[in-house]
Structures are given as C-alpha cells and as structure tokens.
C-alpha cells in the first residue's frame, strides 16, 4: 500500500505532472495514473486541478510531510547499513540531538566525520531538549547535540555556535520589498511554525507575547524540510534559525531571507553534551573533536 508515495511527493516539489514525468522517465498519462490510484487507496483528494494546474489540499500536504520522513527513514537506512558492508567490525556512536538540530546541524557534523571514518556505525535517536539531557546522563546516548548551553551536574557542555531566528519569504511576497520588516509585521501574518515545544517555537511564542503580536498560523510542522516546501507553495512566511538556510534550499524554493532586529533577541547556542566516560570512547572523542575543528572551538 502506499506504493506512489514518494512520487507524489516529486509530483508536489515539481508542482507539475509534466516536470515531475520527466524526472521520473514515465508519461504524464502514467504518473497520473499512479496520483489517482493513491488517492483511491487513502480515500482522499491530494490535488484540486484547475486546469493544468495543481493546488495540492490540506490532506495532500499531510501526505507530503509523510513522504519527507519515510524518504529520510530510507537514507536512514542505507547509512546504517554501509558499516556492515566491510569485513570489519564497525565502531558505533549514538547521538542524541533535538529536533532542530537533527535537521541542521547534525547531518554537516555526520559528513564531516564520516569522511574520515566511513565505517562508523552512527545512530540518531531524536528528541526535545529535554529528554535529550537525560539520555546522556543515564548514557542512553554517547554525545546529545541540543539547541541550547545546558548546565548540569555530571555533563559536559561545549558551546559550538550561536544562532537567530529569521523572516523567510517566497520571492514574490509582498514584504519582500519593504524597506524595513518591523516585528509587529508578524501580527496576522500568515505563517508556517515549528511545533510547540520544540525549542525555537517556545522563543518565538515569548516573542509573540512580548510584543502581543497573533500571526495567523496556518500549519505547525516538526520537519524543516517540509517547512521549506510548503513555504514557497503555500506562499506563507516563516521564522526559521539562520543556520538552516542553506543557499541552495533558498534557491530551489525561491526564497528569501529577511532580518528583523528584535528577532536578535532569539539567539541560541548550539552544544554539544557529554559525560565523562565519552572520553574513553574513541568513536564519540573522535566525533567532538571533529564538531569542535570544524566550529573553530578551542574550548
């Protein structure tokens, strides 16, 4: 079931059959096919046509953000099987990280370390920051990676870099061209947000209710990458951490970044956390030396 999941989602990041057909070598007759019979067997509409045109429904974007995670439990996959693709026994580091940095910081930190150590066996588990503090205490996990300087008895907490929140914007958004994007511009704003709980969701709704400000949130999503999507589709706003912005996300989606001074006042340390005993474990000093390198930390 489901089989056409994941060339919905090409359909959705194209918005059109006949780019998507040719991506995928099949014909626009087949591909549509494939869209019909998924939404037959979900029982939902994923597209309104106009046309030939696409606007994809509320479910379809549900359905999208479904295919993001399924696809990125494939890379998954594939990376945790390489290590047992050699006749050596692998090493294995278990990383804790946020949702936020999961997303960001993580997988740079991962190709950094994999280049030098390709047989590493590294498993993600996921989590909020604060569960992600006690995996690494009970030793659940060899390092946490968090959004946050953490103090903690018994941790080690070293501060990689600082980040803020931004305005990101599809390209024809009428803020685009404003002189100056003010923080009370958000008040009604229609936007697209993280999660609650998530660590920069809880600094954005402090922000909001410092400046009594209510965007008009029309979807809150765990996943960056659907952010990013849905943003440009759905021709919404978004505050997004600054080092997410990778410049080839910005230009596939056509976007823009915007800065707002008060939004400095969301700033957070990204960190890594360790007890003692990951110093005896050569894969995980590997791996903070690695993160500490290549954020030029010394400390």
Same mark, same amino acid.
């Given at each position: ?26 014909? &626009? !007759? ?7 019979? #998924? ?5 939902? &509409? ?5 046309? =030939? ?7 379809? &974007? ?13 890379? =998954? @996959?594939?990376? +945790?099987?390489?290590?047992? =693709? $050699? ?21 740079? @930190? ?22 992600? /503090? ?6 659940? /996990?060899?390092?946490? #990676? ?15 870099? *600082? ?26 704003? !229609?936007?697209?947000?993280? +999660? ?8 954005? *709704? ?31 706003? $978004? ?17 823009? /970044? ?6 400095? &006042? ?25 993160? =500490? ?5 010394? *400390?």
């Amino acid at each position: 079931m489901f089989e056409n999941i994941d060339i919905f989602a090409i359909v959705v990041e194209m918005e059109s059959l006949n780019k998507a057909s040719q991506s995928l070598n099949i014909s &626009q !007759p087949a591909l549509s096919r494939k869209i019909m019979r #998924l939404e037959e067997e979900l029982g939902i &509409q994923l597209f309104h046509r106009k046309g =030939k045109r696409l606007e994809i429904t509320r479910a379809g &974007q549900i359905c999208y953000e479904y295919a993001l995670e399924q696809r990125a439990m494939g890379r =998954k @996959l594939q990376r +945790s099987l390489e290590a047992f =693709k $050699t006749t050596d026994k692998p090493s294995s580091i278990i990383i804790g990280a946020s949702l936020t940095t999961l997303q960001s910081t993580l997988p740079d @930190l991962i190709t950094i370390y994999a280049k030098d150590y390709p047989h590493t066996d590294i498993k993600a588990i996921t989590g909020k920051t604060h569960e992600i /503090v006690p995996m690494v205490k009970e030793r659940k /996990v060899d390092i946490g #990676l968090v959004a946050s300087k953490i103090e903690h008895p018994g941790l080690q907490c070293i501060p990689l870099f *600082d980040d803020r929140l931004c305005i990101v914007l599809p390209d024809n958004h009428p803020f685009v061209d404003k002189a100056v994007i003010h923080i009370e511009d958000l008040h009604e704003l !229609p936007m697209i947000l993280f +999660s609650r709980g998530t660590w920069y969701r809880i600094l954005m *709704d402090e922000l909001f209710q410092r400046y009594s400000l209510h965007p008009d949130v029309k979807m809150e999503i765990d996943s960056f990458e659907a952010i990013i999507r849905l943003v440009s589709t759905c021709k919404t706003a $978004t505050l997004l951490p600054e080092s997410y912005l990778r410049r080839h996300f910005l230009e596939e989606n056509e976007l823009v /970044v915007r800065f707002i001074p008060a939004l400095d &006042q969301t700033t957070r340390t990204t960190s890594l956390l360790f007890t003692e005993e990951a110093v005896h474990h050569p894969s995980a000093q590997r791996f903070i030396e690695k993160a =500490k390198s290549h954020f030029n930390r010394t *400390d």
